[in-house]
T-cell receptor
């Protein structure tokens, strides 16, 4: 069966520090991978998605970047965090096929102080 | 960017009552999906309805889709306290693998 791992669960970082959030998927190959951000009490904003290694699409210009160094690994990074980067970050994956659902990790609560 | 809006933003009902949530979207879609999110957790997929379908059932869930109005509704029948969560619709557009989510409805079921 497929599983998705996202860590850490919570993170408190000072302004100006770097960020690296990692997401890995097990039990499938060539998944579509996604990073979303959710502000408190709000909907999900798609940040990045990837349909293959090294193929990253950015949806919202911002202080963040994403990389996919391996087929089932998706990394969200920042060189210098801003206060506005605080939020709940969710990684997800889907099969590369029409009419399928997305499977989500448990999320990372990031607080920039 | 967010594709759609959901209403109501919040809904509070008594256990045993039905809960109806609505979702509107803006562009053509391949399918529309509904997800549930417990507080502080990841999202869990509930049901998917394709663009050529009008209604779908899964247990106590009933989803309708009206592509002419670009809208969908989720009905939860005989609600339980355990149904308390946020519910989101998501659309997947033609020729894309992107899932674009609505703003969500926070449902509270009172025991």
């Amino acid at each position: 069966s497929q599983t998705i791992h996202q860590w850490p669960a919570t993170l408190v970082q000072p302004v100006g520090s770097p960020l690296s959030l990692e997401c890995t998927v097990e039990g499938t190959s060539n998944p579509n991978l996604y990073w979303y951000r959710q502000a408190a009490g709000r909907g999900l904003q798609l940040l990045f998605y990837s349909v293959g290694i090294g193929q990253i699409s950015s949806e919202v210009p911002q202080n963040l970047s994403a990389s996919r160094p391996q087929d089932r690994q998706f990394i969200l990074s920042s060189k210098k965090l801003l206060l506005s980067d605080s939020g709940f970050y969710l990684c997800a994956w889907s099969v590369m096929r029409r009419d399928t659902e997305a499977f989500f990790g448990q999320g990372t609560r990031l607080t920039v102080v | 960017s967010q594709q759609g809006e959901e209403d109501p933003q919040a809904l509070s009902i008594q256990e045993g009552e039905n809960a109806t949530m609505n979702c509107s979207y803006k562009t053509s879609i391949n399918n529309l999906q509904w997800y549930r999110q417990n507080s502080g957790r990841g999202l869990v997929h509930l049901i998917l309805i394709r663009s050529n379908e009008r209604e779908k059932h899964s247990g106590r869930l009933r989803v309708t889709l009206d592509t002419s109005k670009k809208s969908s509704s989720l009905l939860i029948t005989a609600s339980r306290a355990a149904d308390t969560a946020s519910y989101f619709c998501a659309t997947c557009g033609s020729g894309t693998y992107k899932y674009i989510f609505g703003t969500g409805t926070r449902l509270k079921v009172l025991a």
